[in-house]
């Protein structure tokens, strides 16, 4: 049989044989890396190590959904604790008096019997439950992946078991079974009952096959990562680690002179989008949260990386490398985006989606293809400084109407100046929800102004069309005014605006605290500047993407509803994991081709299915477009009525409501 002096030989060149193919696949992979685009994620390691510990040993994304999460935590839990029972294993071959303490013996068991567990909930959730968010993933890597942890766990169980039987003719030491090894300890029993432990061979043979079973996997297991989903083994932590911890709402850093945001080859990224690639899971969680996946659109965030990483392969390999926008990404996949952010927030290894895609869409723009509707607001807004393509002198003229004029913030100081935004100032509708702000500004006694056409439209959608420059542009239009006027604070009732303002503009040293409509509000209530009478009213409320998720202002608009006395239902999803109305990233002015259904009509079912609530409150202009065509479009105009949250502050203070908005009764 084989000796203890050719089992070490052996356990040496499996691991020189696996952990050198596993460097020599990884090798080009971090050769691209160093000639992408740098990024600093080193920054705040403090912060970074706390943030990681979180969510790697925590689980917290992981357990949003509970399944998914318990199951992968008895599987990642075992492969850190059985890291004890890996080295000992090996260890042993070398000095067979190395054996596992009491303690730690029964730790090993009972993880790997945990892992098992973890192992059929798994195969349970893929071949009967079927998630569909694991449309697309690779199903043959997942179970192959399953069927070698599972040959793992069950080769620590033999090598652990026959080691009492096998060691004196391998090792020549005499080691008894140990009970607190409680898996180990009664199949040994169960080899003694049978005869199998007296015989030498048999001993042996059940030794090394569980020690290959074990070791040799573990070893086979490394060299097959590279080309697994699962090398997120190894990238997923230092992935986390690496997370974004500039600005959250911020799309792109800073770029120099030199580059552009478009992305045409694996150059033009930066080293962690790199790195991303390789990270996914194939989850299939950002799939399942997409609103444009859910429309019935072309567009699965996940299958975005997964096509990019797949290119990256294949480029790697020396085939023949395809145009990344267009050809490895289709067009139509990277249009139907709303740049939401949801694929995000659900990331567990916080994979950004978002800024890929709209680098991708920036070489789609460069080379002519946008959608026409699209490219008529991309002139709009480049030759009059708004969506509607309306003269910049008829953006104030909204105010008109009002009894008391509203100060012009270029002319003279104010207290509190206030950035409108395209919506509230061009759309009618909305224009009287902008005065009715002002008339609660004014009872409020604040001293505030306007830019008037001054204002040009923030750029928070250029940019993420792809149009940095374009967005370069707007910004500087309004830091003109924005650094030349005399004013306190900034606020604005546009949380697209509100994004820009607060986390784009401080690329060119925008500093100014910014607040959105619902903080300012709230204040005015706590300073006790406004008194709301209780409103009595059971309400549900839309948490806007660039607002909620993309800048977590979460509890002011609740804590603004409670101060109305308004009874808040949450729709279960809610916060940061909201629904997306459908509006962003340029969405609101595309056509609608091969839609199932509209986000927004999605979103106000989910609202139908609560018991006795009748408003839908939101607090952002392209909310209030949306979801107002939804309950028309859904039918539900005798069920649901969508009101702005300033529409029920001025009834409850005691303004009037004009005829066209909807009264609360």
Not at 114 to 126: E, F, N, P, S
Not at 211 to 232: N, W
């Amino acid at each position: 049989m084989i000796g203890q002096d050719i089992l070490m030989v052996l356990t040496i060149l499996m691991f020189l044989s696996a952990t050198g193919y596993f460097v020599y696949r990884m090798l080009p992979i971090f050769r691209v890396m160093q000639k992408a685009r740098s990024t600093n994620r080193l920054d705040n390691w403090p912060r970074r190590l706390s943030f990681m510990l979180g969510q790697v040993f925590g689980h917290k994304r992981l357990l949003r959904l509970r399944l998914s999460g318990i199951l992968h935590f008895f599987i990642f839990s075992g492969f850190v604790v059985l890291m004890i029972d890996v080295i000992t294993a090996i260890v042993q071959v070398f000095d067979p008096h190395i054996t596992l303490d009491a303690p730690l013996a029964f730790v090993v068991d009972l993880w790997a019997v945990l892992v098992l567990i973890g192992i059929l909930l798994a195969v349970y959730q893929r071949a009967v439950i079927k998630p569909e968010r694991y449309h697309g993933s690779d199903e043959r890597d997942g179970y192959i992946i399953l069927a070698m942890i599972a040959t793992i766990m069950i080769g620590i169980f033999l090598h652990e078991s026959f080691y009492p039987f096998a060691a004196p003719y391998l090792f020549h030491v005499h080691p008894s079974l140990n009970p607190w090894g409680f898996v180990g300890y009664l199949l040994g029993h169960l080899w003694l009952s049978t005869h199998l432990a007296s015989n030498p061979v048999v001993a042996e043979s059940g030794y090394i096959l569980g020690y290959l079973l074990d070791i040799g996997m573990v070893f086979a297991f490394l060299a097959y990562l590279p080309t697994s989903k699962h090398l997120h083994i190894f990238l997923a932590v230092p992935s986390i680690f690496l997370h974004k911890t500039r600005p959250h709402g911020e799309l792109v850093p800073p770029l120099p002179e030199d580059e552009g945001m478009a992305i045409r080859t694996f150059t033009d990224v930066n080293w962690k989008d790199v790195l991303d690639l390789f990270t996914c899971t194939e989850c299939g969680r950002c799939q399942a949260v997409c609103p444009a996946y859910a429309a019935g659109q072309p567009l699965s965030p996940k299958m975005v990386i997964l096509e990019l990483r797949d290119a990256l392969r294949k480029e790697l390999n020396g085939e023949d490398s395809v145009p990344l926008a267009g050809g490895v990404v289709k067009a139509e996949e990277l249009w139907a985006c709303t740049t939401c952010g949801a694929c995000q927030e659900a990331c567990p290894v916080f994979i950004e989606h978002v800024p890929k895609i709209a680098g991708l869409r920036a070489a789609l723009l460069e080379d002519g293809e946008v959608d026409k509707n699209s490219q008529k607001v991309l002139v709009g807004w480049d030759r009059q400084g708004n969506s509607f393509g309306q003269p910049p002198r008829k953006r104030p003229a909204w105010t008109k109407a009002l009894e008391a004029p509203i100060k012009d913030a270029r002319k003279e100081a104010v207290d509190w100046l206030w950035f409108v935004g395209d919506f509230a100032s061009y759309d009618p509708r909305l224009q009287e929800l902008s005065r009715l702000v002002a008339q609660i500004l004014q009872q409020a006694g604040i001293d505030f102004g306007i830019l008037y056409e001054g204002e040009a439209n923030a750029g928070n959608e250029a940019l993420r069309l792809g149009e940095f420059g374009l967005f370069e542009t707007l910004a500087q239009k309004n830091l003109k005014w924005l650094e030349s006027a005399q004013y306190n604070q900034i606020f604005t009732t546009d949380p697209h605006s509100f994004n820009a303002l607060r986390n784009e503009y401080r690329k060119f040293g925008f500093e100014k605290p910014v607040k959105h409509y619902t903080q300012a509000f709230l204040d005015l209530i706590e300073q006790g500047r406004l008194s709301p009478a209780p409103l009595r009213i059971r309400v549900t409320y839309h948490d806007p993407c660039y607002l909620g998720r993309w800048n977590r202002v979460l509890d002011a608009p609740r804590q603004l509803l409670e101060r109305m006395g308004v009874e808040l239902i949450e729709m279960p999803r809610h916060g940061a994991n909201s629904f997306c109305c459908g509006a962003g990233g340029g969405r609101i002015w595309m056509e609608e081709v091969g839609i199932k259904e509209r986000p927004a009509d999605n979103r106000i079912r989910e609202a139908l299915s609560l018991n006795d609530v009748n408003y839908f409150v939101v607090a952002c202009p392209k909310d209030m477009s949306m979801f107002s065509a939804a309950v028309q479009s859904t039918g539900s105009e005798n069920r649901i009525k969508v009101v702005d949250v300033a529409e029920l502050l001025a009834q409850a203070v005691g303004l009037s409501v004009p005829q066209s908005a909807v009264a609360i009764k």
